[in-house]
């Protein structure tokens, strides 16, 4: 099941080299982590290679499959559907229904409140691969092998810095899905 769904990714991918490799990092560090805390590689590995599957395309393609409540719901932050649109597409073109799987897909862009462990080391590996060279990567990653929940909220905070920085005000379920994270934190020795 990998070697297929990663041929289809390299297919759909193939006019985005740098988009494929920061795929294929994901994929070796969300493995790598899978291994560390005993999780399902395989399930990890699937999430992490279909994530990014609907990113170039357009929002109507993207929206096409969505139900009515999910676009309203991101109509004022579109770059949510490309999660949504490829949990889609897996369940459609793989029949693969393991919830884990899709909501990992799914909420790879923010999070989401009571993420599985299995969502935890996509999110977090989306932040801190190889090819991502923002300063705190590396910070992320090693944080991760240590305890997820600590790294989860890490690698939120550089992406709401990173959003600050380029003055786009994160949205409100953003912040509260980090703000969970700092609670859940709250009184780990870092
Ligand atoms: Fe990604």
């Known amino acids: 099941m990998i070697e297929t769904i990663k041929k289809a990714v390299q297919e759909k991918l193939k006019d985005h080299p740098n988009r494929l490799v920061?795929?294929?990092?994901?994929?070796?560090?969300?493995?790598?982590l899978a291994k560390i805390y005993g999780l399902d590689v395989e399930k990890v590995g699937i999430a992490a290679l279909y994530h990014d599957y609907a990113k170039y395309d357009t929002i109507e393609e993207q929206i096409k499959y969505l139900d009515l409540a999910t676009i309203k719901a991101y109509a004022e932050t579109p770059v949510i559907y490309h999660g949504f649109a490829a949990a889609e597409s897996l369940e459609h073109h793989f029949k693969i229904h393991d919830e884990e799987i899709l909501n990992a897909i799914k909420y790879h862009v923010w999070g989401r409140i009571g993420m599985s462990d299995v969502e935890k080391v996509v999110f977090i590996s989306d932040s801190c691969e190889p090819s991502r060279k923002f300063y705190e990567a590396k910070v992320i990653c090693k944080l991760a092998e240590k305890n997820l929940d600590l790294a989860v909220e890490a690698a939120m905070k550089a992406s709401i810095d990173y959003l600050i920085e380029k003055e786009i005000v994160p949205s409100q379920e953003q912040m509260e899905i980090y703000t969970y994270y700092v609670e859940v934190n709250r009184g780990k020795t870092r």
Request: a neutral charge; glycine letters at 10%; zero cysteines.
């Open 22 to 32: 920061h795929v294929m990092g994901v994929y070796e560090t969300s493995t790598k």
